[in-house]
Nanobody
Framework: VQLQASGGGLVQAGGSLRLSCVGS????????MAWYRQRPGEQRELVAT???????NYADSVKGRFTISRDSAKRTVYLQMCSLKPEDTAVYYC???????????????????WGQGTLVTVSS
């Protein structure tokens, strides 16, 4: 299971960016997918999650500004970020768990798969 994140960059406050994360590998059968971020000097924090059914959850700090979505056919999870603030500056990581039945077949773990991170910088 591999994840490849992209879409980060430099944007002015109030602007928008869309992050993408593509999954690959024969065992890639995502259940809950998520975006996390890590600000400089801080611990990684959960930003948003989306389940197989499309049910979403957001950190309070991004509610109403960020939207997580997924396209199963494209094996991709997205994070649309609007009204960006300087405090949104961070490295953003995608994360997934996989179907436990698939994990057993492949003899691999069910969760804790991470992309490489993509840097988002919001200037004031």
């Amino acid at each position: 299971v591999q994840l490849q994140a992209s879409g980060g960059g430099l944007v002015q406050a109030g602007g928008s960016l869309r992050l993408s994360c593509v999954g690959s590998g024969s065992a890639f059968s995502p259940t809950t997918m998520a975006w996390y971020r890590q600000r400089p000097g801080e611990q990684r924090e959960l930003v948003a999650t989306i389940g197989r059914s499309g049910r979403t959850n957001y950190a309070d700090s991004v509610k109403g500004r960020f939207t997580i979505s997924r396209d199963s056919a494209k094996r991709t999870v997205y994070l649309q970020m609007c009204s960006l603030k300087p405090e949104d500056t961070a490295v953003y990581y995608c994360n997934t768990a996989i179907d436990p039945r698939v994990a057993r077949v492949h003899d691999i773990r069910e969760d804790d798969y991470w992309g490489q991170g993509t840097l988002v910088t919001v200037s004031s």
